[in-house]
């Protein structure tokens, strides 16, 4: 991933919850753990969030006509796997090539150390979530796991 994805990420993530009417701020690009901090003006409700983003992040298995979407995957490191913080949560964006709008995965981060704790054997020398599409999906555009805040639907690109 080169920094400018992860920027790309950062701020689609930052706009997305902006528009939902979260208070957002970017940290320094070089912060170690928290990309954005959020915080809900009604409730008062503070939490960081670290984003993680790829251009495509579906990968599939088999072969020929029985290839088939499986899993997605993440880069993620050994100390944001292992962080086990009640008011940290990970946004995983799929940009998906830019040719439709990009999803986000919300997954708090006591849920990405327990997913990491029972599929990492130790043998891992590069950390990455890799969830299958199954395992992923309860965190899929889930901008309510933030809190009661509704986020409004986006809409692709209107056609000419």
């Known amino acids: 991933m080169s920094a400018l ?4 990420g950062v701020h689609y993530v930052a706009a997305r ?6 208070h957002v701020a970017a940290t320094s690009r070089n912060a170690p753990g928290v990309d954005l901090l959020i915080a809900d003006p009604a409730s008062f409700r503070g939490r960081g969030v670290q984003v993680k983003t790829t251009v495509d992040a579906i990968r599939s298995r088999g072969r ?12 993620v490191g050994e100390t944001s796997a292992l962080a086990d913080a009640e008011d940290l949560l990970f946004a995983f964006v799929d940009l998906k090539q830019f040719e439709s709008l990009p999803d986000v995965y919300f997954v708090p981060s006591p849920d990405l150390t327990r997913w990491f ?4 054997d130790g043998l891992y020398s ?6 299958t599409l199954e395992e992923a999906a309860p965190y899929k555009n889930r901008y309510d796991i933030l809190g009661a805040r509704a986020v409004p639907a986006m809409r692709g690109p209107s056609k000419p």
Do not use: Q
Request: hydrophobic share 30%.
């Open 5 to 8: 994805t992860g920027i790309a």
């Open 17 to 22: 919850l902006a528009h939902a009417g979260y």
């Open 64 to 75: 020929g006509l029985d290839k088939k979407p499986h899993h997605l995957e993440w880069d």
């Open 117 to 120: 704790r029972t599929h990492n």
């Open 126 to 131: 590069r950390w990455r979530w890799h969830p």
